[in-house]
């Protein structure tokens, strides 16, 4: 029913969107992608492909932009129509099983050989019952990012850190010591955010000890669930059974809420996503803030953020039970079923998943989820190797979290842990919505 809604209420406006469309020749190839710095990062290996291994293929690759806003449901409404205007398309993680039906799997172009250069966890998030839906071009996760200048005092300033081990004893019930942010807990993550905050620490050299994003959005979740998973629990069971409703869950979340009533993060960070978490930090507001790795050339450059740029540290994610783990998820470049040019498409589909594309499209701005291009690229974009490096190590996708119904989950516990995180309903509450709201949601069809 989810679905059917949305196809019902975007239909005629897609369908004569979609019929202005010219039918390419053959040897044209069009690409279906979305406005911004990923299309223009395509571009760059597009021109480069034309220009060179296209010309040997006889295919001529051009992209086709349709805008940001309401792109997946419009994406979706041609595919599932049966659109043959274009022959490519942008897929991600979270919507890779509701597009599997009317996608062609690629496994025919991107052999094993080419695959097995791609970071495994950006291979599984483009996969659907065992089949690839498409080349990995750009990888998100999550990095603790923190002030070098603040944590350095604090590991060698006795005064500090006998401040700290107070808080932390008063306030967690530990007498913990500062650690290297590499090393932390989930619980040194908050005794840290305490230390350099105000409320408790009146000599805090920042207002906030953090900025967490708390906002009903499913990026947030996407953020948070980092303390979920390492800690044991995920969104379904061995069985495949809804388990939001857990120990691992309520810990998660009373972390986020432990830091919120003791304002060690803004209480306007109930409203927070990417750009206001970004704010406070650069500001110089925050010590430490959880945040994707997308932020970090913004928050690096010395033009758009001079208090902090240079001072920063990157850290994992701190850890739980399970030790380190972040989401992980990626964009790709799947191929339409219904393509008349399929054999073409997938011509430049296994140019994209070379060493050489993905250095083409890193150096112009993509995130290409390949260790060794990374590695290659990190002189210029040092937080590369560690992209590499933690998505090998500590990355997941959540169970379901490639499912049809990934979408509408994620909704349902956004708007059931936000809830509870402004403190409108109790956490048992909360958890219990969600559990509701993820059964309700992988019901629909």
Do not use: C
């Amino acid at each position: 029913m989810w679905k059917s809604l949305r196809l019902s209420l975007l239909a005629g406006a897609a369908l004569a969107a979609a019929a202005a469309i010219r039918p390419a020749f053959a040897g044209d190839v069009t690409l279906l992608f979305w406005p911004g710095p990923e299309s223009e990062a395509m571009q760059k290996a597009i021109d480069a492909y034309n220009a060179g291994q296209g010309k040997t293929d006889h295919v001529t690759v051009k992209q086709l932009l349709f805008s940001r806003q309401g792109y997946f449901d419009k994406e979706l409404l041609d595919l599932a129509a049966g659109s043959k205007d274009f022959d490519l398309s942008l897929v991600t993680t979270y919507t890779i099983g509701r597009y599997a039906p009317y996608l062609a799997p690629i496994n025919p172009y991107v052999t094993p050989e080419m695959s097995a250069q791609f970071a495994p966890v950006s291979l599984n998030s483009l996969s659907y019952n065992g089949k690839l839906y498409g080349v990995p071009t750009d990888i998100s996760l999550h990095f603790l990012y923190y002030r070098k200048d603040l944590i350095a005092k604090l590991l060698a300033d006795p005064a500090w850190q006998k401040t700290y081990t107070a808080i932390a004893q008063a306030k967690l019930g530990a007498a913990l010591t500062p650690k290297d942010p590499a090393d932390w807990t989930w619980q040194d993550f908050e005794a840290a955010a305490l230390f350099f905050s105000r409320a408790d620490n009146k000599a805090s050299p920042t207002r906030y000890g953090t900025a967490l994003q708390m906002k009903d959005l499913i990026f947030n979740i996407m953020l948070w669930q980092a303390t979920l998973v390492s800690n044991g629990g995920n969104w379904l069971d061995a069985a495949g059974k809804p388990e939001i409703d857990s120990p691992a869950t309520k810990t998660g979340l009373e972390i986020y809420k432990t830091l919120v009533d003791d304002k060690a993060t803004s209480p306007a960070s109930i409203s927070y996503e990417f750009p206001e978490t970004n704010e406070a930090f650069q500001s110089g507001q925050t010590a430490m803030i959880l945040q994707w790795n997308a932020a970090y050339a913004e928050l690096n450059d010395p033009t758009k953020s001079p208090v902090v740029a240079g001072k920063i540290g990157l850290a994992p994610l701190p850890a739980g039970s399970l030790g380190h783990k972040t989401h992980v998820h990626s964009l790709g470049i799947g191929l339409n079923k219904a393509s008349l040019h399929q054999a073409d498409a997938g011509k430049f589909l296994a140019w994209l998943a070379t060493p050489a594309a993905m250095t083409v499209y890193g150096e112009a701005g993509g995130t290409p989820p390949m260790p060794s291009v990374l590695q290659a690229l990190s002189t210029k974009r040092p937080e590369f190797k560690l992209i590499g490096n933690y998505a090998s190590q500590y990355g997941f996708v959540v169970k379901g979290g490639t499912a049809p119904y990934a979408l509408p989950v994620y909704t349902a516990l956004a708007d059931a842990f936000s809830a509870y995180w402004a403190g409108q309903v109790p956490v048992e509450k909360a958890m219990a919505q969600a559990q509701a709201g993820m059964t309700a949601a992988m019901a629909q069809k």
